[in-house]
């Protein structure tokens, strides 16, 4: 897959933000906070894109960001630092690249900007513009079927290691000892 040179950098940021989101969150002088850093240099250094259609990027702008305000509305002002802003500006201007790249319809846009909360967005996938081609930048919450399944899918991990547990540990003590 080619993949232009401003969408390069912001790639490396979106890699680096997940290996920071995946980490959780470090005090300063943290892997975590080097990878923030690491992340915003990168968006930061990204090559401006090539000319886009103003409508387009105007639709694409609109909607990501119709998206983000409604995901980050239940975070408090002072609850994220200027690093993950910085990154969660990062993952924004990625997601207006990538819309822009594989462009959005009208119709997509009104399906996302009639989510008016963040248990809205769900619905967004019965929209037949979206249903018909979802935009890769949009992520939608997990339906009720995905959400049983990764319960499920949770339980069994957690029933398998509690029975390796107690393997290892009967293994581990000599028959008649406590």
């Known amino acids: ?102 462009g959005l319809t009208r119709a997509q846009e009104e399906c996302v900007l009639a989510a008016q909360s963040a248990q809205d967005l769900g619905d967004v996938r019965e929209c037949p513009a979206i249903s018909q081609r979802r935009p890769s930048w949009l992520r939608l919450p997990p339906t009720e079927a995905e959400q049983e399944a990764l319960r499920q899918a949770l339980e069994e991990q957690l029933q398998e290691r509690a029975r390796a547990e107690e393997k290892d540990s009967s293994q581990g003590s000599p028959e008649g000892s406590p």
Request: with cysteine.
């Open 1 to 102: 897959m080619l993949v232009r040179p401003d969408l390069e950098a912001l790639l490396r940021a979106l890699v680096l933000l997940v290996a920071v989101t995946s980490c959780g969150r470090g005090g300063e002088g943290s892997a975590t906070t080097a990878a923030a850093d690491a992340a915003a240099d990168a968006a930061a250094d990204a090559a401006p894109a090539p000319a886009v259609d103003a409508a387009l990027h105007e639709r694409c702008a609109r909607s990501v960001g119709h998206v983000a305000g409604l995901v980050r509305g239940d975070i408090e002002l002072g609850a994220i630092s200027p690093r993950e802003a910085a990154i969660i500006a990062a993952a924004e201007a990625m997601s207006v690249a990538s819309c822009e790249s594989e």
